[in-house]
């Protein structure tokens, strides 16, 4: 004896597979929105904490820089391009050259006279002696019987990559809502 299948058990099945195929197409054709997480852009405004290392992981620097402008060129550029794209809370570790760094710069490479600079210094500086113009240091190059060559050139990074661990804990731009 065959059993009677209830005609409202079709109907009922069948309005399910048409929610189940609506269902689909409302989801194919409007799909959920994508929280976009803002990213570092130029002229964001941004707090990053950060170590920086050289090469044998010695730790030349560390902090946190608050209410920094990016492309406001106040920090060595390897490390404000290193910024940009970053997610707030996002850490990431970068490799900077050294000509992204604090690339060479002739225009630092001061010639004195000989006579100005035993007048100021009281004695004639031998050939690497530390020297100061103001607060920046400088490294005697070329002593001779005239003139006194300084380099003011950072000595210690101008030929070395840098590393640097970055994280960036807040973005505050004209584009979008500041996250605190």
Do not use: C
Not at 24 to 44: K, R, S
Request: glycine share 8%; net charge negative.
């Amino acid at each position: 004896m065959a059993k009677k299948v209830n005609p409202i058990m079709y109907i009922v099945g069948g309005f399910l597979l048409v929610l189940l195929i609506f269902g689909i197409i409302a989801v194919v054709l409007y799909p959920t929105p994508q929280v976009v997480e803002p990213t570092v852009e130029l002229n964001d405004t941004v707090t990053v904490e950060y170590v920086g290392t050289f090469d044998n992981g010695t730790k030349f620097d560390e902090g946190v820089i608050t209410d920094y402008t990016v492309g406001s060129h106040k920090m060595i550029r390897g490390f404000e391009n290193a910024l940009l794209g970053m997610k707030e809370g996002e850490t990431k570790t970068v490799r900077v050259a050294p000509e992204d760094a604090y690339p060479y710069n002739e225009s630092l490479v001061i010639t004195y006279n000989r006579a100005d600079v035993v007048e100021m210094l009281g004695s004639v500086p031998e050939v690497g002696a530390q020297v100061q113009s103001g607060s920046v240091p400088g490294v005697v190059t070329v002593v001779n019987e005239t003139i006194v060559v300084v380099d003011f050139n950072r000595p210690l990074v101008t030929d070395q990559y840098l590393n640097f661990e970055i994280t960036v804990l807040n973005i505050k731009s004209d584009h979008s809502v500041a996250h605190e």
